[in-house]
């Protein structure tokens, strides 16, 4: 609270009355800058603060015009406990149409994740032991939700490719239908049976790393401990409109998995075994690139024999691949 000297009454020597009325008026604008209760102060001046004591902490008030609007009381601290949401639309109707940016904040480094509450529903944390942000998601998934974490060429994105109908199957040696249990599809079981599988290369793909084209299979029949199942392919990489089907073919690595031992996984229809062949992303003749159109062509490169496994029933195949740290696949 500010102080002054007393005013001088002496009828001979003191103030005169307007100069008293002046100074009078003077301290009473000031202590309306000074106003503190539980309720703000009537006829409130512009620009005038109020403490509301009745908060814990107190909370400061100044009686300001917002968006060219009635001057109210606008909160104005303290900072770490504030009243009500932070606005940063500057249009009067809240369209959102050209908002402030919220300048060095960052999300609330925690060591553990609070628990999940609706009162917290949408609350960010940065959780400091291992880098992970997480969502606290409440009225949809019950807890929190780790948000997507991308590593370039370790977080991999994966597109399952088709294997429904006999589209795709070679004309003269095609793969055979069988079912396994509760699982349908296709019977390798000869070395010259083939399948091609077409595919777009994802707009996500990373671009600088060699995509994975696995095939999920079990067994046609019992085999041996240790036994190898072996594929072979080739690739081809089409531009839209610029390259022809009948382009020259890039030969795949042969790719080899080994069934190992338990008694279940070398049954018949023991497994699933999953054998993953790799694309060459930067080929000379076929490159992969995002939006290209592939066609892969798939064969067991053995087919039973000393330590081969026989036919195998390949009733999944998708693309796996290195993404970028956007996630959007069109």
């Known amino acids: 609270m500010p102080t002054w000297a007393p005013l001088n009454d002496d009828p001979n020597t003191g103030d005169s009355i307007p100069v008293a009325f002046l100074e009078l008026e003077g301290r009473t604008l000031a202590l309306r800058t000074c106003f503190i209760g539980a309720a703000p102060p009537a006829s409130p001046q512009e620009g005038q603060f109020w403490a509301d004591n009745t908060a814990s902490p107190y909370r400061v008030f100044q009686y300001l015009r917002i968006d060219a609007g009635p001057a109210s009381w606008q909160p104005v601290g303290p900072l770490s406990r504030l009243p009500a949401s932070i606005n940063a639309d500057p249009s009067v109707v809240d369209d959102r149409l050209a ?21 917290n529903s949408g609350l960010l944390v940065y959780r400091v032991g291992d880098g992970e942000v997480w969502f606290a998601d409440l009225p949809v998934s019950g807890s929190w939700k780790g948000l997507l974490s991308i590593t370039p060429a370790a977080s991999f994105d994966t597109v399952e490719l088709a294997l429904e109908g006999d589209l795709g199957n070679d004309a003269v040696n095609p793969p055979t239908k069988q079912r396994k249990g509760a699982l349908e599809g296709w019977l390798f079981d000869a070395v010259a049976e083939k399948r091609t599988l077409a595919f777009v290369v994802p707009k996500n793909w990373q671009g600088a790393t060699d995509a994975k084209l696995r095939l999920f299979q079990v067994l046609g029949q019992a085999q041996l401990a240790g036994d190898d199942i072996e594929w072979s392919g080739e690739v081809r990489t089409l531009i839209p409109g610029q390259e022809k089907v009948t382009k020259t073919a890039t030969l795949l690595a042969d790719a080899v998995t080994d069934i190992g031992a338990d008694v279940e996984g070398i049954d018949d229809g023991g497994g699933p075994h999953v054998t993953e062949l790799v694309i060459d992303h930067d080929d000379a003749a076929n490159p992969l690139s995002a939006g290209c159109l592939v066609l892969a062509t798939v064969w067991r490169k053995t087919v039973g024999g000393a330590g081969k496994v026989g036919g195998t029933v390949v009733f999944r195949a998708d693309l796996a691949y290195a993404q970028r740290p956007r996630h959007e696949r069109a």
């Open 99 to 119: 908002p402030f940016e919220f300048k060095a904040l960052r999300v609330e480094n925690r060591a553990a994740l609070p628990a999940a509450s609706p009162l």
